[in-house]
């Protein structure tokens, strides 16, 4: 049985009940399937695929083609989860209107649910003119990796009163402008829990405690798939990484042995053909 699509009415509804929401990042087709069937809630096309799938140091290199092309291969494995897209480095920072032309690619090119752009006042007009164009957008604040040459690093964010209070402040106006959910990234639990109590709209924690409406890791780090670096908020749920490395250690192993292939890998040929393309060959 498929489940009903997972809609904003749908998250709305779940923050009203105090049911936690699930959220992963998904980069392609089969991953999104798996999360599909796991019923993950919402699914990120995150730009973090610039680290976890590309190997670049950070998100800056990533483009709209590439958050375009993951985002529709995600959607097409995960067609009942709520998909956004995310929008990357320079695609939303120039101008309202070019942040409205490159959202409204990831909804008609992609056919995501929704998108998703880093920062707060700075941002409140952009994300009107978004909301304005039909296209929802999710808000996300705190450790914002677009701006980590800013911030000094990937560093918690919103660790002293003054840092708190401005978030507090930006995820309402956020809030204000339309965005139909926020994010929040590296803060202490106890900011997250004021904003996750004066907001309407459903709060998502990624390393923001357990106050929140939701959570969201990113799925190579769950899974032990990536390990240049672990933040501090990542459980590790898995090791693949290990299983992946046995497996690539016993085909090289038997590659080399001659164990592989085996004759149920490998295709017939009746026995008069055979014997024919010997005479033959004797020419
Ligand atoms: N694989 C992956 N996981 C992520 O969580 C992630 C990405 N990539 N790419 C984009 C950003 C970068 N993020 C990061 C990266 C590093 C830390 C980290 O190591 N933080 C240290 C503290 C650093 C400090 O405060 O000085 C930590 O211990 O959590 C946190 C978030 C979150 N995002
Ligand atoms: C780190 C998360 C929140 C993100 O924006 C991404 O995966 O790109
Ligand atoms: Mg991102």
Same mark, same amino acid.
């Given at each position: ?71 529709? !291969?995600?959607? @097409?494995? *995960?067609?009942? &989860?709520?998909? +956004?897209?995310?929008?990357?480095? %320079?695609?939303?920072? /120039? ?60 560093? !918690?964010?919103? @660790?002293? *009163?003054?840092? &708190?209070?401005? +978030?507090?402040?930006?995820?309402? %106006?956020?809030?204000? /402008? ?68 046995? &497996? ?36």
């Amino acid at each position: 049985m498929t489940r009903a699509k997972v809609t904003i009415p749908y998250l709305m509804d779940k923050k009203a009940k105090h049911e936690q929401i699930s959220m992963m990042t998904c980069y392609d087709y089969p991953m999104a399937l798996l999360q599909e069937q796991a019923g993950i809630d919402i699914i990120l096309c995150g730009d973090s695929l610039g680290m976890t799938v590309y190997g670049y140091d950070g998100t800056l290199p990533v483009t709209m083609d590439m958050m375009v092309v993951h985002s529709a !291969a995600v959607k @097409r494995g *995960a067609p009942t &989860a709520f998909v +956004i897209g995310d929008m990357p480095f %320079l695609s939303y920072q /120039v101008s309202p209107q070019e942040a409205v032309r490159n959202a409204g690619r990831l909804m008609q090119e992609a056919n995501v649910d929704c998108i998703k752009l880093e920062g707060g006042t700075v941002m409140a007009e952009t994300v009107k003119c978004i909301v304005n164009a039909g296209i929802p957008v999710m808000g996300h604040l705190g450790l914002t990796p677009q701006s980590t040459s800013a911030l000094g690093g990937f560093k !918690a964010q919103g @660790r002293s *009163a003054e840092a &708190a209070y401005r +978030i507090i402040e930006d995820a309402a %106006l956020l809030e204000a /402008v339309g965005a139909c959910s926020i994010l929040l990234e590296a803060i202490p639990p106890e900011v997250a829990k004021i904003i996750t109590a004066k907001s309407k709209v459903p709060v998502i924690s990624i390393g923001a405690g357990i106050h929140c409406d939701g959570q969201l890791l990113i799925v190579h780090d769950m899974l032990g798939f990536f390990d240049r670096f672990v933040p501090k908020f990542v459980k590790k749920y898995a090791n693949v990484n290990g299983v992946i490395l046995a &497996a690539l250690n016993q085909y090289k192993d038997e590659v080399e042995k001659g164990v592989f292939p085996a004759k149920e890998h490998c295709y017939g040929m009746p026995a008069e053909e055979i014997s024919k393309l010997s005479d033959m060959m004797k020419g």
